[in-house]
């Protein structure tokens, strides 16, 4: 995901009145209706029930979705992959997953890891010598580990395209000196689609081959995902969901979103469908009956022992070996990840203690509502797993309390033209809260749950499923709003840098999702 003006009002807004959508029959896997799964059967008809509804509500053309609960396998296509050339979506129709792409970049790795060819502790420039940021010393110190756990500590959101030639990666990684480090080595959890990048490009020359091969070769092929492919080309005879913006509240087919830099496909470019992201889950529980292709200590290792924790959405332990590391009320540790294109955004977490997994996928800039409602907030989790969110319970403040946190705050990225550009919120305290404008206008609501840690409402206090937390300096004072798992840097009120005014070229173009 790249956070951007357009983005983030989208994700404060509330969902707008939408046009009837054309309509053809839903497509599912038998559903047994014998009385011992009746209960079972009951469960996924709500949950049906939930994903029509918010098809209806946000304007979502077609959904894919897999189950696996309680020992069975449940896949359904909902809706239609394209409004202007309506047919069904199935379970085999395919969309762009995102930055799930990245938990496939690190499975691959972790093959190569057992292999004795990669190890996650050796630093980057082991394998790739001349590897550089802009700071020498993390240049020359940063592990495999720390690309994988996201706290490489340099900015994230660099997309800059680098065509679509086989050395694109490596094109990719070479350019970036132009990436500033935000954060020391190690020290914070930040959301790094570039650091994953670098992730590919070291699977590239251990293996030498392009990175697509490579991931097809380690894990697409033998685990027999029919139906994901890295490459548009590579669709010929396959159900395809097409890519919809939002245009008066109703979807209109957006070409323009379908390209994805080549030197972005470690960190977001792989094009799957409900029924192989399903299998894909079963493998990383370690269901017998699918191909070994990971050791059960290797494939438990990416689901713990995380990094420092913090926010990406939800509440996060921290990030394993790609995958981030959810807590619960109850317990049981949620392995989540999801993804997001443009006008492409899916959702995808297990819950390993409890046998569960649900992945879901939309065609629909909207997407990212109804994913929020299924992966972010607790109804799913309840549902089938019986596990809940950490409680949240918002609190005023009083505006002595509040003061600290006042102020601007400014994210940055480097866009597909290799150009920067940053925008920023200017967080005012208001009635016990933090209000935060964009542009002088109300974007969120941010009221306080516990020390640093907030919920994101709309602007008028409805909820986003969204958490957010502040990330303080080694001073102890607030240096950082970390939101979507980004950093904005804080500004104090009265500072120079109020209000985001900045020597950079503001983003004002909707750049990609890739989360």
């Known amino acids: 995901m790249s956070l951007t003006r357009r983005t983030l009002l989208r994700s404060a807004a509330v969902a707008v009145p939408v046009a009837a959508l054309p309509t053809l029959s839903a497509t599912a896997s038998p559903i047994a209706t014998r009385p011992t799964v009746a209960r079972e059967s009951a469960s996924i008809a709500r949950l049906a029930e939930k994903i029509e509804a918010g098809m209806a509500k946000y304007a979502i053309p077609g959904v894919g979705l897999g189950l696996w609960y309680r020992g069975r396998e449940y896949t359904r296509g909902f809706g239609i992959t394209n409004v202007d050339q309506p047919s069904p979506v199935t379970a085999d129709t395919v969309f762009r997953i995102g930055s799930t792409t990245k938990t496939f970049t690190a499975t691959a790795i972790m093959r190569l890891a ?105 894990l697409i092929d033998p685990l027999g995902l029919r139906h994901s492919r890295f490459f548009r080309s590579e669709l010929g005879g396959f159900s395809v969901a097409a890519s919809h913006n939002i245009v008066d509240g109703k979807p209109v087919v957006e070409p323009s979103f379908d390209r994805v830099p080549r030197g972005l496909h470690a960190a977001g470019g792989l094009i799957s469908s409900a029924r192989d992201q399903l299998r894909y889950a079963r493998f990383q529980l370690g269901h017998p009956g699918l191909p070994r292709l990971l050791g059960d200590r290797t494939r438990v290792a990416m689901q713990s022992n995380p990094g420092p924790g913090g926010t990406l959405f939800v509440e996060l332990n921290g990030v394993g070996v790609s995958w981030m590391l959810r807590p619960t009320a109850e317990g049981p540790t949620v392995v989540q990840h999801g993804g997001d294109w443009s006008g492409q955004h899916s959702g995808f977490l297990m819950v390993p203690k409890r046998d569960f997994a649900i992945t879901l996928l939309t065609n629909s800039e909207s997407g990212p509502a109804l994913v929020a409602e299924l992966f972010a907030d607790d109804w799913a989790l309840r549902e089938f797993a019986g596990v809940s969110n950490l409680p949240a319970v918002p609190r005023e403040l009083p505006a002595r309390r509040l003061a600290e946190y006042e102020g601007s705050y400014v994210s940055q990225q480097i866009g597909f033209d290799g150009e920067p550009s940053e925008f920023g919120l200017e967080l005012k305290a208001d009635d016990g809260e933090l209000l935060a ?79």
């Open 114 to 218: 057992e292999r004795g060819r990669i190890s996650l502790d050796r630093p980057v420039r082991a394998y790739l010598p001349d590897f550089r940021t802009q700071d020498p010393a993390v240049s020359a110190r940063v592990t495999v580990r720390q690309l994988l756990n996201h706290t490489a500590g340099w900015q994230g959101d660099y997309f800059e395209d680098t065509g679509d030639e086989a050395d694109a990666l490596e094109r990719y990684v070479a350019d970036m000196t132009k990436v500033p480090q935000l954060t020391p080595l190690g020290r914070v959890f930040s959301y790094n689609n570039a650091a994953i990048g670098v992730a590919g490009r070291i699977l590239e020359v251990v293996t030498g081959k392009p990175y697509e091969t490579a991931v097809r070769e380690l």
């Open 437 to 515: 404008s964009l542009d002088g206008q109300p974007a969120l609501r941010l009221p306080f749950y516990r020390k640093d840690y907030v919920l994101a409402l709309t602007p008028a206090g409805e909820p986003t499923h969204t958490r957010a937390s502040f990330v303080r300096g080694t001073d102890g004072k607030v240096a950082w709003l970390r939101y979507g798992g980004r950093l904005f840097r804080h500004h104090p009120a009265g500072t120079a840098r109020t209000a985001a005014r900045t020597a950079a070229r503001p983003t004002t173009t909707l750049r990609p999702w890739l989360l």
